[in-house]
């Protein structure tokens, strides 16, 4: 109950394409739900992130969809660059815990 | 602002040798505090969390141990390194779990 899952596992799109990663998670309990980004070799970064109450956020090519009926989260990335291309981790957590429940990760590779 | 700084950037270890991996964090105060381990392509595997100085709560049985001597200090420590602890390590502090992870730039371990 406690897990993310995230699909897929790597993913190839041509630069100008829409990237599209998709998270599902169990526990009702999380209200906050974050995107990381990972360069290699460096620390993920947060990208973007979500709270219930809105059912979308954007922020510049980045664009987080949110469907709380259905436990489903997803990151798209408009008009994808070479420069994207990195791991992205979705994750969840919830007030009152301790802990960031992260997905297994999406290698994205854009190609140029 | 906050930071985090995590060294040593990359060590190279023998088996049996001891370890000590440290973490500090600055600009702010009882931060929430994590050690994650990421082998090669996977995802992020937590590995011990503090909310406190000297409470750790451990994620996964191993061969490591960590301690939080300070408010921003965190420590990763094993007494005897086995092949399996390679990997790349990574700290990383946040308010509360409903808020974001800042990650350090991590540290890449190689056990010969």
């Known amino acids: 109950q406690q897990q993310v899952k995230q699909s897929p596992q790597s993913l190839i799109v041509q630069k100008g394409g829409i990237s599209i990663i998709n998270c599902a998670y169990e526990?009702?309990?999380?209200?906050?739900f974050p995107w990381y980004q990972q360069f290699p070799g460096k620390g993920p970064a947060l990208l973007i992130a979500?709270?219930?109450?809105?059912s979308e956020k954007k922020e510049g090519r980045f664009t987080i969809s949110f469907n709380k009926s259905a436990k489903q989260f997803s990151l798209h990335i408009m008009d994808s660059q070479p420069g994207d291309s990195a791991t992205y981790f979705c994750?969840?957590?919830?007030?009152?815990?301790?802990?960031?429940?992260f997905g297994a990760g999406t290698r994205l590779f854009v190609k140029a | 602002s906050q930071t985090i700084h995590q060294w040593p950037a990359t060590l190279v270890q023998p088996v049996g040798s001891p370890l000590s991996l440290e973490c500090t964090v600055e600009?702010?105060?009882?931060?929430?505090l994590y050690w994650y381990r990421q082998a090669a392509g996977r995802g992020l595997q937590l590995l011990f969390y503090?909310?406190?100085?000297?409470?750790i709560s451990s994620e996964v049985p191993q061969n490591l141990s960590a301690s939080r001597p300070q408010d921003r200090q965190f420590i990763l420590s094993s007494k005897k390194l086995l092949l399996s602890d390679s990997g790349f390590y990574l700290c990383?502090?946040?308010?509360?779990?409903?808020?974001?992870?800042?990650f350090g730039d991590g540290t890449r371990l190689s056990i010969l």
């Open positions: 503090s909310v406190g100085i000297g409470q």
């Open positions: 600009g702010t105060s009882n931060p929430n």
């Open positions: 994750a969840a957590g919830n007030t009152g815990g301790f802990k960031t429940i």
């Open positions: 990383a502090w946040s308010l509360k779990s409903n808020q974001p992870q800042h």
């Open positions: 526990n009702t309990a999380f209200d906050y």
């Open positions: 979500i709270r219930p109450d809105v």
